[in-house]
């Protein structure tokens, strides 16, 4: 039954009450901060700039004193489809992507059949899944040393200037990034226990192999209507329950919790901004 245990692989959602600086960062700069990373993980191209990036946000998981092999645990169950993606990529590539457009000399490594990947398809690929290990490094950073309420707080704060000046819905897109997150943790372990509930009446939930994934994804069919269900129902009881305390929005609210910041995290907001504008501006040679 060790594969059914998903819960134990979400990161995103969870929260560890540990004493760090990155915990003790106000929320407003925080989420500036994990924006510009994000930006700079989407946009660099190369292997040195990745490189660098996924030593910055290794240091940060450190300075946050989280487990390292808990900050990638959520990589295990997307391992399969990661490995398959890249190796699309390495088959289906064409140089019209960053070949000649990019200035780039794409080499042949190997040619089986008409398969042919070559040095561009090489570099698709693997910095391909080096973002997706720093973004999802990054986002199981941020949730597990910021808990839904301060991200509520933070994000709020953050747009409200634009609901002053545009009337933009700055609490109820607070609310809803809160409620979304809230509910990953909660949806594994639904998925978790529907799972063993349809192995115990015999249906036949992996045992394919991990890296069968289109059997893997048949198989578990019988578990996503089950799944949908729940979800619409829980959706349905939140909505009740909003109402029932007389839930109006965010016009007029006022706020028990106030955010103060310290020049701990300026400087913090600082560097990550001073370090996502140098990997996007350097000219790495590859």
Not at 44 to 60: F, Q
Not at 155 to 162: G, H, K
Not at 168 to 178: G, K, N, S, Y
Not at 266 to 281: D, H, Q, S, T
Request: proline content about 6%.
């Amino acid at each position: 039954m060790d594969e059914f245990e998903l819960a134990r692989y979400v990161t995103i959602g969870q929260y560890l009450p540990l004493d760090s600086r990155v915990h003790r960062m106000d929320p407003r700069f925080k989420l500036v901060a994990f924006t510009a990373l994000v930006v700079a993980v989407t946009f660099t191209p190369s292997y040195i700039g990745n490189a660098v990036l996924l030593v910055l946000i290794s240091y940060l998981v450190v300075l946050a004193r989280i487990p390292f092999g808990y900050a990638l645990s959520g990589l295990k169950p997307a391992l399969p489809v990661l490995l398959l993606l890249m190796a699309l990529q390495m088959i289906f590539y064409t140089e019209g992507f960053a070949g000649p457009a990019a200035g780039i000399a794409c080499v042949p490594l190997f040619k089986v059949w008409l398969i042919e990947p070559t040095t561009c398809s090489l570099k698709l690929a693997l910095v391909s899944a080096a973002r997706f290990i720093e973004l999802l490094m990054l986002t199981s950073l941020l949730t597990l040393t910021t808990t839904t309420t301060e991200l509520a707080h933070g994000v709020e704060r953050l747009f409200a200037p634009l609901q002053r000046r545009i009337n933009f819905p700055a609490h109820e897109l607070a609310l809803i990034l809160t409620i979304a997150l809230r509910f990953v943790p909660t949806f594994a372990e639904e998925l978790e226990r529907i799972m063993k509930a349809q192995v115990s009446r015999g249906a036949r939930i992996g045992g394919y192999g991990r890296f069968r994934v289109i059997q893997n994804t048949k198989a578990l069919l019988p578990v996503l209507v089950p799944l949908f269900m729940n979800a619409f129902r829980r959706a349905e009881d939140l909505i009740l329950a909003m109402e029932a305390r007389c839930y109006v929005g965010g016009r007029g609210r006022t706020h028990y919790t106030e955010l103060h910041s310290t020049q701990a995290d300026y400087l913090g907001l600082a560097l990550a901004l001073g370090i996502a504008i140098l990997v996007l501006a350097m000219p790495w040679p590859w």
